[in-house]
């Protein structure tokens, strides 16, 4: 298996441009299943978890083709990638798919409101926590689905079709306000999402939905109205931003030190992590290319930070910001309100020095005038990012081992930071 090995102590100094973002181009990719029309998304981030999309979509029938590279074109520019679901030939989403990607459950909303019928493995548990799947069935029960789970499987049927009806999560979801979104959009008369979650993720499914012909208002807020329509249309649309690459290398900036600009960033995606950025003591300086991340020198200031859902600060940075506060001058306390157990990073991150106590959903953490390399491992994503950006203070080599997990969120990771300086390598594996 690949590694990644990084020599710490270089300042990160350059560009790095944003890729699009992974959690809005998986339901995005998802949401071709509601037409028979072609869905053409720009922007798409080359990461593993699109690829492997693409494979699931594929054995519910939907073709897909990616445009070549044009001239000019940089190796970090996104996709285009046209998605056409003519035929659905299988509304099973296997067990040995869906357990690999949680987000895959997701097809369950759209293949229902459009073929009536659905069989949709359950996800199983995953690194980060149970992660169950109840506010799903809630809502599309609430559509008018019948649903019966059996054998791992929910088995979800609509043969008259879905209806609007009155949604109220009890507590904030992502992939389920997804879900409703996309049904909802197919659905005869009147749907209400209440306490719906507000990610900029969700407001740019909405927005695509919106160019399908779909008739959404109040995406982005917590109440969002849906008057279904009987058919949606192709479309075009390009994926927002990633906010949690950017506020990744943002904290990487301000952990090494430098001047790094964040081509094609936007600060509305990320208010939080910047307001707490220049509390820590990085320049943060928003300009018309993106957002520009310095620290000369000065010593990083502790935080209290506790994850919320958006506008909150996202537990999709939390174990970024662990690694950064390790550094810090004082103690920092971080509170995991989303998941719990999102904190498989702390382990790894002591084995390089760290100073980190572990009560329930709080981690206390001392910071320490020295990071010192070592080999690591993380089992899922963000964890693993968070040890790149110890590494990249810490004295000496970091290994950090499962990069697999790095390839499914971060786009070319090794040569965005190489770019700007860092000394970090892909060891292949042979
Ligand atoms: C999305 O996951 C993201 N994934 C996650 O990013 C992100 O951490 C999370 O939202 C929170 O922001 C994608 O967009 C693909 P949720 P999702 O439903 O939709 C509980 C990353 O690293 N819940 O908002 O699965 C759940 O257990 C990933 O890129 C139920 O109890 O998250 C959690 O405690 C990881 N029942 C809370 O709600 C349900 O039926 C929020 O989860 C559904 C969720």
Redesign the pocket.
Known sequence: MDQIRITGGARLNGRIAISGA??AA??LMIASLLTDETLTLDNIPRLADVALLKRILGNHGVDYSVDGKRPGQDVMTGETLHLSAKTIVDTTAPYDLVSRM??SFWVVGPLLARMGYAKVSLPGGCA???????????ALLKLGADIEIDAGYVLAAAPKGLRGGRITFP??????T?VALMAASLARGETVIENA?R?P?IVDLAACLTKMGAAIEGAGTSTITISGVERLSGARHTVLPDR?ETGTYAFAAAMTGGDVLLEGAREDLLQAPIELLRGIGAEVVVTNEGIRVVRNGAGLAPVRVTTE??PGF???LQAQLMALVCRAEGTSTIRET???NRFMHVQELARLGADIQLEGQVATVKGVSRLRGAPVMAT???ASVSLVIAGLAAEGDTTVNRVYHLDR?FERLEEKLGRCGAQIERLVAA
């Not at 980060?128 to 809630?138: A, K, Q, S």
């Open positions: 992974k959690n998986l339901p949680r987000a980060i926590g149970t992660r169950p799947v109840d506010l799903f069935i809630e507590k904030v979801t992502v992939g389920a997804h979650a990610e993720e949690i859902p958006f996202p537990t999709d989303i998941f719990e899922d994503l963000r969120g």
